[in-house]
């Protein structure tokens, strides 16, 4: 959730920021190449770990209050910070109330800030089926659903029974599957912060579905770089085809740009170098795409979003 306008200046003391009277941690200046996967970009205004929803709520209310830009973090896996950085509060939901998983019957609980293998995995520990396509996909759950992540056996979108929500004045609300939309790679839950979901998944055989959550991993993680973090998946596949399958048809593997290059086995996954910048990696999304137009006709839409 973002509300486009800049941070009203403060004339308080350069230590002090517009949340000290809220009873909030919240940092300064907060660098944030090390809470994405690229590694690359400048600070965040203000950073923050809220403790639990009430916590959470204030600080909503105030950015809105003053004006304050706000997003959420976060596994960071496809997010790029511009170098100059975030002109307002980045929060990410890491508190243990944020990443609870509680398994009922066929429902899964989870926090926003939960990592979605864990999700996947007590899912799957429980004999519930449903989500085991997604196990090589990075990030949290809340990332997940925000963006309607998926696999080769179907999306997340297609479990979600209802999601927890807060609005921009710091309420709360459970928006259950009528309110929803999901389509591929996307959801309409970008007007909120998402704190928690409840998934609807089917009984299944534990065992047979930890040899199916294992053949995935194997599988995801076959085509996908090694040995490095610092990598993120360019673009939505179109319907019919895949990113991967255009961007090598059109050239585009040995494109460049500085310190960011295209990951060869798999054209669709960038990688960024030791010093790699933010522009590189911008520069060459935009290299790809423009390949792609001139040379096949086909606009890919990137995945890597751009603060």
């Given at each position: 959730?973002?509300?486009?306008?800049?941070?009203?200046?403060?004339?308080?003391?350069?230590?002090?920021?517009?949340?000290?009277?809220?009873?909030?941690?919240?940092?300064?200046?907060?660098?944030?190449?090390?809470?994405?996967?690229?590694?690359?970009?400048?600070?965040?205004?203000?950073?923050?770990?809220?403790?639990?929803?009430?916590?959470?709520?204030?600080?909503?209310?105030?950015?809105?209050?003053?004006?304050?830009?706000?997003?959420?973090?976060?596994?960071?896996?496809?997010?790029?910070?511009?170098?100059?950085?975030?002109?307002?509060?980045?929060?990410?939901?890491?508190?243990?109330?944020?990443?609870?998983?509680?398994?009922?019957?066929?429902?899964?609980?989870?926090?926003?800030?939960?990592?979605?293998?864990?999700?996947?995995?007590?899912?799957?520990?429980?004999?519930?089926?449903?989500?085991e396509m997604l196990v090589d996909v990075?990030?949290?759950?809340?990332?997940?659903?925000?963006?309607?992540?998926?696999?080769?056996?179907?999306?997340?979108?297609?479990?979600?029974?209802?999601?927890?929500?807060?609005?921009?004045?710091?309420?709360?609300?459970?928006?259950?599957?009528?309110?929803?939309?999901?389509?591929?790679?996307?959801?309409?839950?970008?007007?909120?912060?998402?704190?928690?979901?409840?998934?609807?998944?089917?009984?299944?055989?534990?065992?047979?579905?930890?040899?199916?959550?294992?053949?995935?991993?194997?599988?995801?993680?076959?085509?996908?770089?090694?040995?490095?973090?610092?990598?993120?998946?360019?673009?939505?596949?179109?319907?019919?085809?895949?990113?991967?399958?255009?961007?090598?048809?059109?050239?585009?593997?040995?494109?460049?740009?500085?310190?960011?290059?295209?990951?060869?086995?798999?054209?669709?996954?960038?990688?960024?170098?030791?010093?790699?910048?933010?522009?590189?990696?911008?520069?060459?999304?935009?290299?790809?795409?423009?390949?792609?137009?001139?040379?096949?006709?086909?606009?890919?839409?990137?995945?890597?979003?751009?603060?």
């Open positions: 959730m973002t509300q486009h306008h800049s941070p009203t200046p403060s004339k308080t003391p350069a230590h002090a920021t517009p949340f000290d009277d809220l009873g909030v941690a919240v940092s300064p200046g907060e660098p944030l190449a090390h809470h994405t996967w690229l590694g690359v970009g400048g600070p965040a205004a203000y950073f923050c770990e809220p403790v639990d929803v009430e916590a959470l709520s204030r600080v909503v209310a105030r950015c809105r209050e003053r004006s304050i830009p706000l997003r959420v973090v976060g596994g960071g896996s496809n997010v790029l910070v511009p170098a100059g950085g975030y002109p307002g509060m980045v929060v990410r939901l890491s508190a243990a109330p944020f990443c609870a998983i509680d398994v009922q019957g066929t429902i899964c609980q989870a926090g926003a800030g939960a990592k979605l293998v864990h999700v996947v995995s007590a899912a799957v520990q429980a004999g519930l089926a449903g989500l990075p990030g949290t759950i809340g990332g997940a659903v925000v963006g309607n992540a998926g696999g080769h056996g179907g999306d997340i979108g297609q479990r979600v029974r209802d999601v927890t929500v807060m609005l921009g004045d710091g309420t709360v609300e459970i928006r259950d599957r009528s309110r929803l939309a999901f389509e591929s790679r996307w959801s309409n839950l970008d007007d909120c912060i998402v704190i928690a979901c409840r998934l609807e998944l089917d009984p299944d055989d534990a065992g047979l579905l930890t040899k199916r959550m294992q053949k995935q991993w194997i599988l995801g993680r076959g085509g996908q770089p090694n040995g490095t973090r610092t990598v993120a998946m360019m673009f939505k596949d179109p319907l019919g085809t895949t990113a991967e399958s255009l961007i090598a048809q059109a050239g585009g593997r040995e494109l460049r740009s500085g310190e960011a290059t295209i990951y060869p086995p798999h054209a669709n996954y960038l990688v960024a170098g030791p010093r790699c910048t933010s522009d590189d990696v911008r520069t060459l999304v935009e290299l790809v795409r423009d390949r792609v137009r001139q040379r096949l006709g086909v606009e890919l839409t990137p995945l890597i979003q751009v603060w």
